[in-house]
């Protein structure tokens, strides 16, 4: 459940979920970090969305994080009230490459609790895989696990679904209704197992002003991390899943580069993808077809070093037939072309 309301007062009104970190609006990060859910709610106004997700909207709008969570429990089906389903919303799917809404709806079917629910809010943009995992694997004998990086962060937890049910309960007969009231108060309920790995403390960063969004952007662009966000968003962007071996196309690039032309790098890195598309798409493709353009770089630049050393002889023994086969005729027709010059001089 991703709660995606609020009024972003502190950002002047702005969309907060759409606006972008790393080129990638907050709403999709996030939706990223939690792809393999069996179920996705995301609770606020309909938006583009970089997956397929059900909606809810809170009653009443803005009405703040505990209608959220009724909301999108309600969209869940994991409350099983009277009248625990108004104001749920429709469910409604996105297409995210065309990066528009497609109108369409996604059936909720689990009528019995989902369990356990990921809760988490739209404006972490640092939230990863590894968090959520670790967030789901509840201890026995805790109803709920929550990051906590000084203070409990109850929109980056995950809870066991009869107890966040039983607590929204007690607090709508104890107050009358949900809206307005202080997340804290569903907190003091429930017995939490408190998360504090540095991934997860990590994972807390969220994005409630401009000068949090602009520390946001400058932390991806982080000697250590820039590489792997962009390769994560270039792959998001293009609806790509398969894994990235970075070390063995930078490797190419790099013989590529120095051993042809430097223009040589992008195109070559280029036509191993295509290549690579055509077999099957698989990470063992794209290293398939990075080793041939490798060899081929290599091959490329063993014929501007002069004729090979005893030691080089002997390593160029040991390679494959074809590439032998292919050597020889390029070092033959080097031997006709200086012929040829030869007998015109």
């Known amino acids: 459940m991703v709660l995606a309301g609020g009024g972003a007062s502190r950002l002047g009104g702005t969309d907060k979920p759409a606006v972008t970190v790393g080129g990638r609006p907050l709403l999709d990060r996030v939706l990223s970090a939690c792809a393999d859910a069996s ?3 995301v609770v606020g106004p309909r938006r583009p969305t970089c997956r397929p997700v059900a909606w809810a909207r809170e009653d009443p709008p803005g009405g703040g994080p505990l209608t959220g969570l009724y909301a999108g429990l309600s969209r869940l089906g994991a409350l099983d009230e009277p009248g625990a389903r108004e104001g749920a919303g429709r469910a409604d799917s996105a297409d995210g490459a065309a990066r528009a809404a497609s109108g369409g709806h996604i059936p909720v079917t689990h009528r019995a609790p989902v369990d356990p629910v990921l809760v988490v809010s739209a404006d972490l943009p640092f939230l990863g895989a590894d968090t959520v995992r670790e967030l789901l694997d509840i201890p026995p004998g805790y109803e709920g696990a929550v990051v906590h990086d000084g203070r409990d962060q109850p929109l980056l937890a995950a809870y066991r679904a009869e107890p966040l049910r039983r607590e929204l309960a007690l607090l709508r007969t104890e107050y009358g209704y949900l809206s307005g009231l202080p997340l804290r108060l569903l907190l003091s309920g429930l017995k939490l197992h408190r998360v504090t790995s540095p991934s997860a403390v990590a994972a807390a960063l969220d994005c409630d002003t401009w000068d949090d969004i602009a520390t946001a952007r400058a932390r991806i662009r982080e000697h250590g991390t820039v590489l792997d966000e962009w390769i994560t968003a270039v792959k998001a962007e293009l609806g790509i899943e398969t ?5 063995t196309l930078l490797d190419l690039a790099r013989d590529a580069a120095h051993g042809v032309a430097r223009p040589a790098a992008p195109l070559t890195t280029f036509l191993v993808g295509y290549a690579a598309g055509r077999a099957g798409g698989a990470p063992e493709d794209v290293a398939r077809a990075a080793a041939k353009a ?15 050393t005893p030691a080089q002889s002997t390593d160029s023994s040991a390679r494959s037939t074809e590439s032998d086969s292919a050597r020889s005729q390029h070092t033959g027709a080097e031997r006709a072309n200086s012929q040829d010059a030869e007998d015109e001089r």
């Open 39 to 41: 179920v996705t709610v």
């Open 243 to 247: 894994e990235v071996d970075a070390a």
């Open 294 to 308: 490798a060899e081929l770089a290599r091959r490329w630049s063993d014929e501007d070093q002069g004729p090979p």
